[in-house]
Structure formats: C-alpha cells, structure tokens
C-alpha cells in the first residue's frame, strides 16, 4: 500500500519543477509576444495617425460649422447633415455615383469572370494575355483618363474617325450629359476588369482537379462544370471582388475630374460624383464641416453596402 501511494502521488519536487516549467514557457511567450509587439508598434503608431485619428477627427468635425476661413468653429450638431437632404448637388452626385458604381462593378465581374475561366483552361500564352489584361491596372489613372479623353474628342478622337467610317456622325461623348456618364462607365470597366480577371483566374486554379474530373466521368459538359463547381466553389472569391470594387467605385475622382469637369465644355451635374462634391466643398470652399458630415455618409454608404453584400453571400450560401 505505501508503493502505491508513493508511485501515485507526485514528490513535492517534482510539482515544483512542473511549475517552474510552465512559468518559463509563459515568460518566455509572452517574450515572444511583446518582441512581436514591440516591431508592430511603430507601423501601428504610423497607421493609426494616418488613417484612425483622421477617421475620428472627420466625425468630429462633421457636427461643427468649420469654416477654415473663420476662427471660430461653432458647434451646430445635426444640421450639416439636415442640410444634405435638401442639397440638389449633394443628391445628384449620389446618384451618378450609385449608377456608376452598379454599371461598373456588374459589368467588369461579368468580363473578368469568363475571361479568367477561359484562361484558366489549356489555352497557350496564358501568361502573355494575363499582362495584355493587367497592363491598364498599373497604367496611372491620370495619363490613361488623358488618353480616353483624346479617344473620346469629339473632333480629333479615334473613336469618331472609326464611327465615321460607317457613316455616323461625330459625337461629343464627354460633352453631352447623356453619353458622358456611359462613356467614363466604359473607361472605368476596362480599367479594373483585369484586376478582377486575375484575382478570379486565381480562385479557379485553387480549386481541385478531381471534382471536374469526376463531374466529367458523369457526362457533365462545360455549362454544368461552370455551374455546378467552378461558381459555386469561386463565391468566396467573387465576395472579394465585389467588396473591393464598390469600395474603388464609390471613391471614383480622378477619371471624372481629368475627363470632364477640367474640361470647358463639361456637362456640370450631370457627372458630379460623391468624391468630387467633398472635394469641392472642403479645399475650394474650405466649408469642412459641411466636407465632413459627406465624408460620413459616403463612409456610411459603402459600409452598408459592403454589409449587404456579406449578407447576401451567407444567404445563398446557407440554402445551398
């Protein structure tokens, strides 16, 4: 009976030593950790003072009448945003940006999504035309909108010549607000779908060989594999790509601004976009306040609408 006490209960030493042990692997994580830590703070510092505190300083300002031009900032609450529900530029720019960021977003994920399964396939020189299609995403968006702007000249555009060809007449396709909104639409599509191609073309390759090989042993065809395995399995993926691209398209600036509004026969409201109107407000009429309440609503817009997206995904996701 004493053997067996003895071999059953641990010596005193022995719960010391344990004790030791896993005190020295606590230290020593926690070693680990704050090393960790300790390199990340300076680019969280860095972070955090470029993008947080101007977040919240944004907010802030947003419930004051902050008038760069006046020193004093009085406090006014909620009438800055009161004020945008009557505010016809405010409104209008909503809505070109809403119509552009749908057209934009749905039409370079239809492109990208059947050019990246047809390069995904045994197509020869699939690498050569993955740069042809990634070459307008690292084009800088300055030059290129300078470039659309002399394809769309209504007098010296290549796009008028090759229409005159076949007997149509010139159009002033940045100048009328019926075609200008359509034609920046289409500059923007063939700007992203190639970023859009090679994040899906990505997500395709990902997927595993055996269940196309398997589908194909059941007589599946090229319309039931797409259906049946490569979209079903690629909506993660796609999730991705339809969240970065409203975000890119909800902050639609550069390609407006260079294209139309600097130029002298721009159609005004008609392509008066959310980025432009904070601009506007903020730096030519230094109204900061009025610039920020904006802010938050583009801010609130795209939230919601990335939340929406999530939703939606999970939705289908849990019927399927």
């Not at 002399?150 to 007449?169: C, E, R, T």
């Not at 920046?184 to 997500?203: D, E, F």
């Not at 490569?230 to 975000?247: D, N």
Request: glycine residues 6%; positive net charge; aromatic residues 14%.
């Amino acid at each position: 009976m004493t053997h067996t006490r003895e071999s059953t209960f641990s010596p005193p030493g022995g719960r010391a030593t344990t004790g030791r042990r896993v005190l020295g692997l606590r230290r020593s994580q926690l070693g680990k950790y704050a090393f960790c830590y300790g390199m990340l703070a300076p680019v969280l510092a860095v972070f955090a003072y470029l993008r947080i505190i101007p977040i919240v300083q944004t907010f802030v300002i947003s419930f004051y009448k902050w008038d760069m031009t006046q020193p004093i900032k009085p406090f006014i609450g909620l009438d800055n945003y009161s004020a945008l529900l009557s505010d016809e530029r405010f409104l209008t720019a909503i809505k070109n940006t809403t119509v552009f960021s749908f057209v934009t977003v749905i039409g370079s994920v239809a492109l990208a999504l059947p050019v990246a399964v047809l390069l995904a396939g045994r197509v020869r020189f699939t690498p050569l035309y993955q740069a042809i299609f990634f070459l307008p995403v690292i084009t800088p968006m300055v030059p290129m909108s300078v470039a659309w702007k002399w394809i769309y000249d209504p007098s010296h555009g290549i796009l008028n010549y090759l229409l005159s060809l076949v007997g149509i007449s010139p159009v002033g396709w940045l100048v009328y607000p019926e075609t200008a909104l359509w034609a920046i639409i289409a500059m923007s599509i063939w700007k992203v779908v190639g970023y859009n191609m090679v994040i899906l073309l990505v997500g395709i390759k990902n997927i595993p060989n055996v269940y196309y090989e398997a589908a194909r042993i059941d007589g599946a065809g090229g319309w039931a594999l797409f259906r049946g395995i490569t979209l079903p399995l690629l909506r993660p993926i796609l999730l991705v790509v339809f969240v970065t691209s409203t975000i890119n398209a909800y902050n639609v600036f550069t390609q407006v601004y260079v294209m139309t509004l600097g130029s002298q026969a721009a159609p005004g409201n008609a392509l008066r976009v959310l980025v432009y109107e904070i601009y506007q407000n903020g730096f030519q009429f230094f109204r900061m306040g009025y610039a920020s309440s904006q802010a938050v609503v583009l801010t609130l817009i795209v939230f919601a609408l990335t939340l929406f997206q999530f939703w939606i995904m999970r939705r289908e996701q849990a019927l399927t």
